[in-house]
């Protein structure tokens, strides 16, 4: 049967990356979709601004939502301090398998927990799974109707602290109205928009960074 697209990535990583090192895994990605296949990574102009704000925040509890192929996972875990781990759900067990493969390919397993399930299922049960308490940083990736219930179970779980980042893909394009209506209209967060565009192309797209204010 005919390959996926992931698993064209992954082979792709494979020939055209050096085992151990995030970034060739992170540039070998990047030219597979700007030369062979496009794919939803958050891709390499998105990806500088999120390099810029997990370097400012420097968290030492992360999450990510929705890991495709481990693109975004890579590139943050290999920012991370020492000693520090990012947990990021992914429910496909397709795409899990690929991104996990990704993620040792650029050495990086031992910084990364990568739970298969929904945000749905896991938030509330991430406190006493894995004894976090709340979020210095959250990246938003996965389905765009999912951002906004998500972020209300991070309130309800009690999962965001005073100062908590959270970063979110795609506000424009494909767009996640609702999510950005709510916390550019909260009081409880202080809301900014990263002009960017989408992925590989010339269309528009951002990222929305929001700090919960407690
Ligand atoms: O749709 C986009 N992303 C979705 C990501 C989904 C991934 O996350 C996983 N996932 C989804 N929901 C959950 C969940 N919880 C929610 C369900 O319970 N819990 C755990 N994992 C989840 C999926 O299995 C996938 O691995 C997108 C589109 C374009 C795009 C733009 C323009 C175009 F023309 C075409 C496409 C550009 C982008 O950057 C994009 O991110
Ligand atoms: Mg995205």
């Known amino acids: 049967t005919r390959s996926t697209r992931p698993q064209r990535m992954l082979k792709a990583v494979q020939k055209n990356a050096t085992k ?3 970034q060739s895994v992170i540039s070998a990605i990047d030219y597979f979709c700007k030369n062979s296949e496009w794919a939803m990574n958050v891709g390499d102009e998105k990806g ?3 390099d810029s704000v997990v370097t400012e925040v420097n968290p030492s ?3 990510e939502l929705g890991t495709y192929c481990g693109y975004s996972t890579v590139r943050i875990a290999r920012l991370l301090s020492p000693g520090t781990k990012l947990i990021t759900l992914e429910f496909n067990p397709a795409y899990a398998a690929v991104a996990r493969q990704i ?3 650029a050495g990086l397993q031992d910084k990364v927990t990568l739970v298969e399930g929904s945000s749905g299922e896991w938030i509330p049960q991430i406190k006493e799974r894995f004894g976090i308490t709340t979020f210095d940083f ?3 990736d996965h389905w765009k109707d999912q951002y906004l219930p998500d972020i209300k179970l991070f309130e309800e779980c009690g999962l965001l602290r005073k100062g908590s980042v959270l ?3 795609n506000v424009i394009c494909p767009g996640a109205p609702d999510y950005l209506e709510y916390v550019r209209n909260s009081p409880r967060y202080e ?3 990263y002009p960017a565009h989408l992925e590989y192309t010339k269309l528009e797209d951002g990222l929305e960074k929001s700090v919960f204010l407690g």
């Open 103 to 105: 993620i040792a390919y």
């Open 167 to 169: 970063l979110a893909d």
């Open 191 to 193: 809301s900014r928009y």
């Open 48 to 50: 500088s601004i999120l």
């Open 61 to 63: 509890t992360v999450l």
């Open 138 to 140: 959250i990246f938003l």
């Open 20 to 22: 151990g090192n995030p």
